[in-house]
């Protein structure tokens, strides 16, 4: 049975829902009720799914906290072993990023093209996506964060 006991998948498997068994405790929204040290247990994870598959995983989403700068939270990607045909997207899109310091996505870029150039795919193009997508956000929301996207892709 998929996850298994003891796999990086297993923890992971019922944490979407510790809010429902706990009500009043985890707020809902755009915060993770923890949020990740690092990249390691995501890259662990699409590392096992892309190993049992059998198939070229199409793409996956990198959760990356807005004020993340830490060279030690995007080492792991050195380790991944996903194929390079594999659409890669990190969350550098903020939905407050009026609290988000200067030239943190500036970092976060650089910090993710090392890390990935050190990873046995070596080098490869990624994109970019906001943490949780763009559904619990307010209408009126919507156009800054698709003029935010425009702008970290043109660099700036």
Same mark, same amino acid.
Request: aromatic share 8%.
């Given at each position: 049975?998929?996850?298994?006991?003891?796999?990086?998948?297993?923890?992971?498997?019922?944490?979407?829902?510790?809010?429902?068994?706990?009500?009043?405790?985890?707020?809902?929204?755009?915060?993770?009720?923890? #949020?990740?040290?690092?990249?390691?247990?995501?890259?662990?994870?699409?590392?096992?799914?892309?190993?049992?598959?059998?198939?070229?995983?199409?793409?996956?989403?990198?959760?990356?906290?807005?004020?993340?700068?830490?060279?030690?939270?995007?080492?792991?990607?050195?380790?991944?072993?996903?194929?390079?045909?594999?659409?890669?997207?990190?969350?550098?899109?903020?939905?407050?990023?009026?609290? #988000?310091?200067?030239?943190?996505?500036?970092?976060?870029?650089?910090?993710?093209?090392?890390?990935?150039?050190?990873?046995?795919?070596?080098?490869?193009?990624?994109?970019?996506?906001?943490?949780?997508?763009?559904?619990?956000?307010?209408?009126?929301?919507?156009?800054?964060?698709?003029?935010?996207?425009?702008?970290?892709?043109?660099?700036?």
């Amino acid at each position: 049975m998929w996850p298994r006991e003891g796999s990086p998948c297993y923890a992971a498997d019922s944490c979407p829902f510790q809010w429902q068994r706990q009500p009043g405790r985890y707020r809902v929204g755009h915060q993770h009720f923890k #949020q990740p040290e690092s990249l390691a247990l995501q890259v662990s994870v699409l590392n096992a799914v892309t190993a049992a598959a059998g198939r070229t995983v199409s793409f996956v989403s990198f959760t990356v906290p807005q004020y993340q700068r830490d060279e030690s939270y995007f080492a792991p990607l050195a380790e991944l072993a996903a194929d390079p045909d594999t659409e890669l997207n990190f969350a550098l899109v903020p939905y407050h990023p009026a609290d #988000q310091a200067p030239g943190t996505t500036d970092d976060q870029v650089q910090l993710i093209d090392a890390a990935l150039a050190a990873s046995p795919g070596g080098s490869r193009a990624w994109g970019i996506c906001t943490e949780c997508g763009m559904g619990r956000v307010e209408r009126a929301e919507i156009p800054g964060l698709l003029n935010l996207h425009r702008e970290i892709v043109a660099g700036g």
